[in-house]
């Protein structure tokens, strides 16, 4: 029997998978001639999910080189205007560029018809599938699950109803080591019964114990998107532990009354937040056009929760456990 | 009695008046990484005409430092979304601006009920008032009119039903001579008097013949928006003689199929118009994403019409007689 490939055996081999962040947009409510407002991208190395679509999203796609095509989920987490108003144009971006793949919209009901009303007054019929999913904002459920992954809703306090979105990667396989295998007449047709953590009867008899050639899985992924909110202490039990916290942080403390008042967190509360969810890393982002530069973010977050970075725009962050 | 000031003296002596067409984006259907959408800011020195308000628009606005206050109609052709998926942006962000002053918009029927649903599933009130204008795109009529100016909406022959715009200068007062008056002792309260052609008796009982002090007013100016539009020889009449046409060009002659396909013209269409309709200037625009470079546009138009040029995005242009 020929052995594998070089490349069947990297394959197998489960090359460490994490999750590539893109910010496309880290601008709130006003966008300013520096920044987009919020968008991103998560490639969770199967799917890409589109979160949040507003006006320019689809601009920045392009100029980040992003393939639309791989974008086959979108989530909106709330009907204000700068989080969902690019969403028509891309929709119709998508159906000028003749695909055909079915796209999933996961967003508040109320969507639907205006969505629907719009594509009539512009005479377009989409030409690819559209299913639409209603998210309700005031629940926490999973909203999507595939073999890899599932994506929870969860509640957030806002002035309108909002979802943030908490991706969890499942278990992954064991790591068959390249090393330990080598020189072992092992018939690549097995290594899938290694992965899934068995034990193997190798052609003269030997039985090879599972952890002699294989490393424990990497320890699942998990991302939670929160934006946009007040400071909410109730968030910090739905986000309990997760390895990357993106959380919203529109004001600095010193407009802390506005942040109040219009339902959103300044960045210590991003950390507050963070520190007592017990996350391993924070990323702000949704930033008032009113601050030019944002260092003044991090001076504030750092003290309460050191591992905090800015999700800045442009930028393509590789998210890791 | 004093005499004016030097600056009473500016402004009667009527500073040539020409229109500034500001090109904020230029691409047809999708955007690409380097032109954004079409829509165009015309300025007749006295109001500002945003001329469809495409998604990004606000984004150049802001780029190119357009006063938004300065606002105050906005005029839409037709109801393809890259036409005017970015007036729910604008209109928000008006708003969050904290405008007061009344914005005229002036668009088919159709879209007034969608923007008001969008607004109320974003939980939006505006804080100044939105007059709505209903345009209906198949007739030709006088959508709008101040004492310097009219706009009237005219047919164009497109896959949805769209207006083109002419905005025409009214005829202006006559030019008061700075050197002519040198010395005479005129008063600037008679000022008004000259410019509108009277003659003037001076406190010496000698009669001014207005011909002597005063200059013909420049020739009143007129721009035409033709945007979408198919081939359409009747539009020719309809913009006789303008001063500056500006008339899509989505495709060259080499994709001349497709442009009457999807109801829109090639540069060389344009060009014939404007040669029929004996314009002055011709400007071309919203170019399909599909040329990377726009030379042609120019090589295919000028050889027919040889006062071409490229409505090219970020520039503002002064449009004289």
Chains 1, 2 share one sequence.
Request: include cysteine; charge should be negative.
């Amino acid at each position: 029997m020929s052995g594998p490939s070089d490349r069947e055996i990297i394959l197998y081999l489960c090359l460490p998978v994490s999750f590539k962040l893109t910010i496309l947009g880290s601008s709130s409510a006003t966008p300013t001639s520096e920044r987009f407002f919020s968008a991103q991208i998560l490639d969770n190395g199967h799917q890409y999910f589109l979160i949040d679509c507003a006006e320019g999203t689809q601009i920045q796609m392009r100029r980040l080189k992003i393939r639309f095509q791989k974008v086959n989920h979108i989530l909106i987490s709330h009907l204000h205007g700068d989080h969902f108003f690019g969403l028509p144009g891309l929709l119709t971006t998508f159906h000028l560029l003749g695909r055909d793949q079915v796209l999933h919209l996961y967003a508040p009901a109320a969507l639907q018809s205006v969505l629907e009303q719009l594509f009539t007054i512009s005479a377009t019929r989409l030409v690819y599938p559209l299913e639409f999913h209603a998210v309700d904002p005031l629940v926490q459920a999973v909203i999507y699950e595939d073999k890899h992954l599932t994506i929870e809703s969860i509640p957030l306090e806002h002035r309108i109803p909002t979802s943030g979105f908490l991706f969890r990667e499942k278990a992954g396989l064991r790591k068959i080591s390249k090393q330990a295998i080598e020189g072992l007449d092992i018939p690549y047709t097995e290594f899938s019964k290694l992965q899934h953590g068995h034990d193997l009867e190798l052609p003269d008899g030997i039985v090879l114990k599972n952890s002699q050639v294989t490393l424990d899985p990497q320890p699942p992924l998990s991302y939670a998107y929160c934006s946009d909110t007040a400071y909410h202490e109730p968030l910090a039990d739905m986000v309990k532990g997760v390895d990357h916290l993106f959380h919203e942080a529109t004001f600095l403390e010193e407009d802390v009354s506005l942040a109040r008042e219009k339902y959103h967190s300044t960045a210590r509360d991003a950390a507050l937040i963070a520190k007592k969810a017990e996350v391993k890393h924070l990323w702000l982002g949704h930033f008032s056009a009113r601050y030019k530069t944002l260092e003044m973010m991090l001076e504030e977050a750092c003290p309460v929760f050191e591992n905090t970075r800015l999700a800045e725009e442009g930028n393509t962050y590789l998210l890791t456990s």
